[in-house]
């Protein structure tokens, strides 16, 4: 069963850090990435990685967001330095199997002022 598990989520002051990580099973995933949704606006990009180490960031997070993946573990991460208020939403991990995109369940990441 393919599975794409987020932890690391919480409430952190601004300038603050927390590293996500997004446990995967069931395959291996070509891209992966990381999403966020805050309240009532809509869920939008925050950084990709492909298998082979292709890097992409949202302009709103680039010098300040790590993506990195370990895939002798099938783990993707996201370290997420300077912390600003704007950042506070729910975090998800996606990735690709063939054509197939699958989503995590999201991990709440609050940054407060």
């Known amino acids: 069963q393919v599975q794409l598990v987020e932890s690391g989520g919480g409430l952190v002051q601004a300038g603050g850090s927390l590293k996500l990580s997004c446990a995967a099973s069931?395959?291996?995933?070509?891209?992966m990435g990381w999403y966020r949704q805050a309240s009532g606006k809509q869920r939008e990009l925050v950084a990709t990685i492909t298998n082979s180490g292709y890097i992409n960031y949202a302009d709103s997070v680039q010098g300040r967001f790590t993506i990195s993946r370990d895939n002798a573990k099938n783990t993707l991460y996201l370290q997420m330095n300077s912390l600003k208020p704007e950042d506070t939403a729910v975090y998800y991990c996606?990735?690709?199997?063939?054509?197939?995109?699958?989503w995590g369940q999201g991990t709440q990441v609050t940054v407060s002022s």
């Open positions: 069931g395959s291996i995933f070509r891209t």
């Open positions: 996606n990735g690709f199997i063939g054509v197939n995109l699958y």
